[in-house]
């Protein structure tokens, strides 16, 4: 896989890992990369936090509570599915943005955030690696950014990144073809 057509065209979501490492210090050159984003007045609004042994543990207690809360206890399948989903990828990273109290800048930053994602997922997919943009309620919980130690008056998180060695790759999902969403205009 070499043109950047195939490897936009091919990259998916991908929520199953296997249970295997990735070479962290391909992950911190894909980390580096993807902040070329495109960054209106050069905000660098733009946080990245790799979450160590300890950090995983507590965002997977917040996970399972979260689930909880919303549809009672977990019976063991699910826990194991669960256990599954959040332990098997390799690395957990924490995307936050700098807050600005201007709106506009602010909408701009977040499209940085976003253009740095999708950077980091197309890096990734390059060396066969996936990545899960995961958003939610539950990011924006004060207790998620006190686990992360991100301090919630100056950041906001934006997503958990899961990544890792893709167990399974979904098919593409329907997309709307681009002559039905461009207009030629005189
Ligand atoms: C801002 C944003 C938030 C997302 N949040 C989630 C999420 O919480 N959970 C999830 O499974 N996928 C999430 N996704 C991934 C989308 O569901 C996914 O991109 C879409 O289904 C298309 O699939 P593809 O990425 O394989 O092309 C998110 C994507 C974006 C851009």
């Known amino acids: 896989m070499n043109s950047i ?13 296997l ?10 050159d894909c980390l580096e990369a993807s902040l070329c984003a495109p960054n209106h007045k050069l905000t ?8 160590g ?8 207690d917040f996970l399972v509570e979260t689930k909880q809360n919303k549809s009672g206890p977990l019976d063991e399948n699910q826990m194991l599915s669960f256990e599954q989903k959040f332990i098997n990828p390799s690395h957990l990273v924490i995307i936050s943005q700098a807050l600005n109290p201007d709106p506009l ?10 253009c740095s994602v999708h950077n980091l997922s197309l890096l990734l997919w390059e060396k066969g690696i996936g990545l899960k943009w995961s958003t939610g309620k539950k990011i924006k919980s004060p207790k998620l950014h006190e686990i992360t130690n991100i301090d ?6 934006e997503g958990l990144l899961w990544i890792g060695i893709p167990k399974l790759t979904p098919p593409s999902p329907p997309r709307a073809k681009l ?3 461009l207009k030629r205009l005189n």
């Open 19 to 28: 249970n295997q490492r990735v070479n962290e210090d391909e992950l911190l």
């Open 105 to 114: 800048t602010s909408k701009e930053d977040y499209a940085t955030v976003a």
């Open 5 to 17: 057509n195939e490897i936009i065209k091919t990259r998916r979501t991908i929520h199953k890992f």
């Open 53 to 60: 042994e300890q950090t995983r543990k507590n965002v997977f």
């Open 44 to 51: 660098d609004p733009v946080r990245y936090y790799l979450a």
């Open 152 to 157: 919630i008056q100056k950041e906001s998180i």
């Open 179 to 181: 002559n039905e969403l």
